[in-house]
Structure formats: structure tokens, C-alpha cells
């Protein structure tokens, strides 16, 4: 951003506008370009890196033999309006052209994973017509895929009615992420609509070999340091009264709770936050921390919260996996005041932020943190 490296503590130390201008002002000053370190496409080849997140997918993938769903990205959506199916199946067919990620295979060679980007791939779109569609019938369309065989997307669209229909979207995660998704319908609006979308200038893949030369040029050496440091020793595992003992392997069945605060008490958190410089994020996490300690005495906790990973502008418009997670561990302390605990939360988020592009899956692998199946290597709460 401006040519600069702005990291969010000094987005939160320079939050007031004329100091940010201030600030942006003298530092592009000294700033060194060169140090941007942009993502340029690389020469079209049979093969390209792949990310860890994706190598770490591919190995979930494998030792489920194939048959897991666990990493299905899949959406439904009611539309009211007429649609032209034909119209819809060439729109659609043509974002898969325009998103390498759609036409992307994986192979295993060496003891290595590459991705493979097919020139085409059959039509991902497949069009119903049917009386009903209720949650269970759509919970069947959900099912594995193979990650050998591009394209790793499936869309249906079901007719309802002349004017009701539904739109379901099924992705493996190895290609995509809840921004990848927003970006489809997106795109899909838009050209929709007759509009006619700017050309990318990268893709994932670019992405995913510009990562990779960074991590062989030892780009990732603060980053590695600061998250070994934050677990030379490890935390006990966090032992919650439940109802029933604990399976020997994650089965990766769950469910979502949705509440609304309401406008008076979102009102109060957003003032609240303002005051003490959080965010209404912080906020939440420092609340969950001092449940789960209430709950079970343990102080010392390791929660799991992910970040988007699109840290440059020119990755805002690209389908791919880019999201990492981060293990925010935090020691409770009884002295602690309300805001000495809420700024000791504020300045931990902010390290663990500005060195979140370490990858999740090699702190794993660096700590040697296998083996218990019915647990995530480190984070106990995610």
C-alpha cells in the first residue's frame, strides 16, 4: 500500500487520519521500491509449487482415501427472477476459463506436489429441473472429489419455478476460500449484467511460485523465529467437561450458532472498542479467552483464528487458497486489570498479524506436533 510496507500496528499507532498522512509521507520518502517484492506472472510449464496449505489438504485428502467431504466449500442460494440457463452456462463456463484455479489438477511426483492448470476442462455447470429442493436433497449433491481430475468445481443450477431457483456451488478448498467465493458471484453478477471484466494480470499459481522463491530466499526466517519463540514450550491440552468422552479420530462434524446482538448492544461494543483502540475482533477474542479459562481453570490457551492472507492488492481478484491459520496463545493472569488484560490481547493479535504469512503447516511440521488424531496439532479452540 503507497509503496510501503504499513503493518497494523502502525495502522493502530497512527489512527487518527493527519497522523496516517504524516506517516505515509515520510516513510515513502525513504522508502526502497525494490522492497515491495511484487508477484509477477511466471513462464507458462506442465507444473507449478503448490502452497502448504495446499500440500496440506492434499495429505488430509489422501489419508481419508478420497472419500472426505471435509474440505468441500459448498453454498446454496434461493434466486427469485427469471435466469436464462444458456446464458448462465456460458457466463459460468467462462469464469472457469478466466480462473486458472478452476482448471487446476494435482500430482504427487518424487514425493513432491505440483498443480497442473488444464487449457480446458468439460462444462462444470449442470442444470435441474425439479418440483422442490429441500437441505436434505441438497446435503447428497456434497460429495468428494478427485484431485487428480481439473475441474474441482461443480455448479448446479435447480429450476423451480419460471421465477424461483436454486444455485448450488460445491469447491474443493485445495483451489479456493470463502474470498474465492464472494469473487465468483462477483464476477458472475457482472458479466451478468453485460459488463466485460478486466483481464488478471497473475494467477494462483503465480501466487503459489512467488511464495515459494520467497521461502528459498529465507524471507520467512522473523516470521519462523517469532512463532517458535511463542511455543518453545507447549501448553497442556485444554480439558473441557463434556458430555461424552472425546472419539480417537476427528470426524470433522459440526455445527454453526448464529446470534444478533442487537443495535443497542453493537452500538455499545463498537463505542467500547472505540475507546480502548480494539476492534470489535479483539474484543470477542479476549471474551472467548476468559470463558474457556473460566470453564476449565487452565490459563494457558491457544486459540486458532484464520486470516485472509491476500496481503497484496493485486491478489484481491484471484480464485485460490490463501488463508492461514494463526495460533494466538495467551497466559491469563489473575492481577490483571480490565485494560491491562484487554492491551496485553491488542498487542499479542498485532504480533501474531504481523507475522501471520508463516505458514500454519510449517509450525506444525518445525514443532514435530503429530500424532493425537483426535486433536488439531495445536490449537485447541478454532
Known amino acids: 500500500m503507497f509503496g510501503l510496507n504499513l503493518g497494523l500496528e502502525e495502522v ?37 509449487k503448490t502452497t502448504s496449505a495446499q ?29 436464462d440457463p444458456t446464458q448462465f452456462t456460458l457466463i459460468m463456463d467462462a469464469l472457469v476459463e478466466r480462473h486458472e484455479a478452476f482448471r487446476t489438477r494435482f500430482e504427487m511426483i518424487d514425493g513432491e ?21 429441500g437441505l436434505e436433497q441438497v446435503m447428497e449433491w456434497i460429495k468428494p472429489f478427485d484431485l487428480t481430475s481439473a ?44 459488463e466485460t471484466l478486466q483481464s488478471l ?16 530466499h529465507g524471507q520467512s526466517v522473523e516470521d519462523a523465529k517469532f512463532w517458535i519463540r511463542e511455543f518453545e514450550d507447549m501448553p497442556a491440552p485444554v480439558e473441557l467437561l463434556t458430555d461424552f468422552p472425546r472419539h480417537g479420530a476427528s470426524s470433522y462434524s459440526g455445527d454453526r450458532r448464529s446470534i444478533e446482538l442487537g443495535e443497542s448492544l453493537s452500538t455499545q461494543v463498537n463505542d467500547f472498542c472505540t475507546q480502548q483502540g ?70 499479542k493479535l498485532l504480533s501474531c498479524y504481523e ?3 508463516y505458514p500454519y503447516e510449517a509450525l506444525v511440521q518445525q514443532l514435530g506436533l503429530f500424532g493425537d488424531l483426535s486433536r488439531n496439532p495445536y490449537l485447541m479452540w478454532c
Open 12 to 48: 493502530f499507532d497512527h489512527s487518527v487520519f493527519e497522523h496516517m498522512v504524516q506517516w505515509i509521507a515520510e516513510h515513502q520518502a525513504t522508502s526502497d521500491s525494490d522492497s515491495v517484492n511484487p508477484i509477477l506472472p511466471v513462464p507458462k510449464k506442465e507444473k507449478y
Open 55 to 83: 500440500r496440506r489438504m492434499y495429505v488430509v485428502h489422501e489419508w481419508m482415501k478420497g472419500e472426505s467431504t471435509a474440505y468441500n466449500l459448498a453454498s446454496s442460494y434461493r434466486v427469485r427472477g427469471k435466469i
Open 113 to 133: 506436489l505440483f498443480q497442473v492448470v488444464e487449457d480446458q476442462v468439460p462444462s462444470v455447470v449442470e442444470l435441474l429441473e425439479l418440483e422442490t429442493a
Open 151 to 194: 475441474p474441482l468445481v461443480r455448479v448446479k443450477l435447480i429450476r423451480l419455478s419460471q421465477e424461483e431457483h436454486i444455485l448450488f456451488i460445491d469447491m474443493h478448498h485445495i483451489i479456493s476460500d470463502q474470498s474465492s467465493i464472494a469473487i465468483l458471484m462477483q464476477d458472475f453478477a457482472r458479466m451478468y449484467r453485460g
Open 201 to 216: 494480470d497473475i494467477q494462483y499459481k503465480d501466487y503459489a511460485e512467488w511464495r515459494d522463491e520467497a521461502a528459498s
Open 278 to 347: 480494539l476492534t470489535p475482533y479483539m474484543l470477542f477474542m479476549a471474551t472467548l479467552n476468559l470463558l474457556i479459562w473460566k470453564y476449565t481453570g487452565q490459563g494457558d490457551l491457544v486459540v486458532g483464528t484464520a486470516v485472509a492472507g491476500r496481503e497484496k492488492p493485486e491478489l484481491n481478484n484471484v480464485m485460490g487458497m490463501f488463508v492461514n491459520m494463526l495460533a494466538i496463545r495467551t497466559s491469563m493472569d489473575r492481577e490483571w486489570s480490565t485494560e491491562a488484560y484487554l492491551n496485553e490481547m491488542r498487542g
Open 355 to 357: 507475522h501471520q504469512h
